[in-house]
């Protein structure tokens, strides 16, 4: 029985502008025949801008959002994108954060950056970063501090960035 946060789904799943299927929601036999399928690794407002995305080729209204709330709904979308493989959503995605990098969250976009495989996303991160003595500042937040300590790779990452920039 849906719930108020339940989105129907049709199964016969649309071609997107990419040629693609939507998602890859069918899967096994048993889901092929129900009449809904629970998607549970996204939010409800999230998934349904991102069957807007899939109909439209846009994003949806965000007028309605605080500037805090549109930063986070992107990101969700970019990791939605990311596990439904719509590329193309995902390098929008990608963009809007790009153009929207500041100091308090610069490193906890390039830790969602690393884990999603979006290597523009963290170059930009990184010129970012190491640009106009941001660093310093950078370094002193939470989400710095945060990505240090959780993922020494992914700042690893970031020193070895910074020199091949540097020498370009």
Do not use: W
């Not at 501090?145 to 020199?163: A, M």
């Amino acid at each position: 029985m849906p719930t108020s946060n339940t989105k129907t789904v049709s199964t016969c799943a649309p071609e997107t502008k990419q040629g693609t299927h939507v998602f890859h929601v069918v899967g096994p036999m048993r889901e092929a025949r129900a009449d809904s399928i629970p998607i549970k690794d996204v939010q409800p407002r999230v998934f349904k801008a991102l069957l807007h995305f899939i109909y439209t080729d846009s994003l949806p209204p965000l007028d309605d959002l605080e500037a805090g709330d549109h930063g986070e709904m992107i990101r969700h979308l970019l990791v939605a994108a990311d596990r439904y493989a719509i590329e193309r959503l995902k390098l929008l995605c990608q963009s809007i954060l790009c153009e929207n990098l500041d100091v308090q969250t610069v490193a906890t976009t390039f830790a969602l950056a690393d884990q999603n495989h979006c290597d523009m996303l963290k170059d930009a991160c990184i010129q970012f970063m190491t640009s106009s003595n941001a660093f310093d500042a950078v370094a002193r937040t939470e989400g710095y501090k945060n990505l240090k300590r959780t993922c020494p790779s992914v700042t690893i990452d970031v020193l070895e960035k910074t020199c091949k920039f540097r020498k370009t």
